[in-house]
């Protein structure tokens, strides 16, 4: 089996476990992640947070990216331009939002690009080293790449259930580890930013 097989697989398997979570359970794991990530993310007030609105099983992590903005943080939201493009536009708590392609929400065509400072990354899969499966399509990794080639080092927060961590990911050359990972558990710092 290649790695890619072994991703492909662990990332149905995964994502199956958070389809079957009760909608009262993932919303009260998305009130434990508020609880666990609203104060002790680390932020600078004026960071940018690149957030996300949930789509199909995903925690909803609005209440969270409120707290963060309260904090001080500078709100974006990803917005999927083809299949290979993200960027992340400006979002204000009860901005208009718009369907943005494949499934996704996010502000329109008139919001200012902006460049993270901090990503909360929706994943399939991860592992206690920080690797983890995205959905398949690769707009994280290359979004972190890009930022990367301009000289950014984005602090990268994975969020997810508990249910979808694994013993162990198979990390590719192109895989980007997590700094941290947030689940209604709590915040899990994995390397130092």
Avoid at 14 to 24: G, S, T, V
Avoid at 124 to 139: E, T, V
């Amino acid at each position: 089996m290649t790695q890619r097989d072994e991703k492909k697989a662990i990332r149905a398997e995964r994502l199956a476990l958070r389809d079957a979570l009760a909608p009262q359970a993932r919303a009260a794991a998305g009130a434990a992640m508020l609880a666990h990530g609203g104060e002790a993310i680390s932020l600078v007030p004026g960071e940018v947070v690149a957030g996300f609105w949930p789509i199909r099983s995903e925690a909803d992590i609005r209440p969270l990216m409120a707290r963060l903005a309260a904090r001080g943080a500078r709100l974006c939201l990803p917005v999927v331009l083809d299949r290979e493009t993200i960027v992340f536009r400006a979002y204000a708590e009860g901005a208009p939002v718009i369907s943005t392609g494949f499934g996704t929400t996010g502000p329109g065509p008139e919001a200012a690009v902006l460049e993270p400072d901090l990503l909360l990354v929706p994943l399939s899969a991860f592992d206690a080293a920080g690797n983890r499966i995205g959905y398949g399509a690769g707009h994280y990794d290359r979004a972190i790449d890009r930022l990367r080639g301009m000289g950014r080092r984005p602090r990268l927060i994975g969020i997810a259930f508990d249910c979808q961590e694994v013993a162990s990911v198979p990390a590719e050359p192109h895989d980007v580890a997590l700094d941290a990972v947030l689940t209604e558990s709590g915040l899990r710092v994995i390397k130092t930013a």
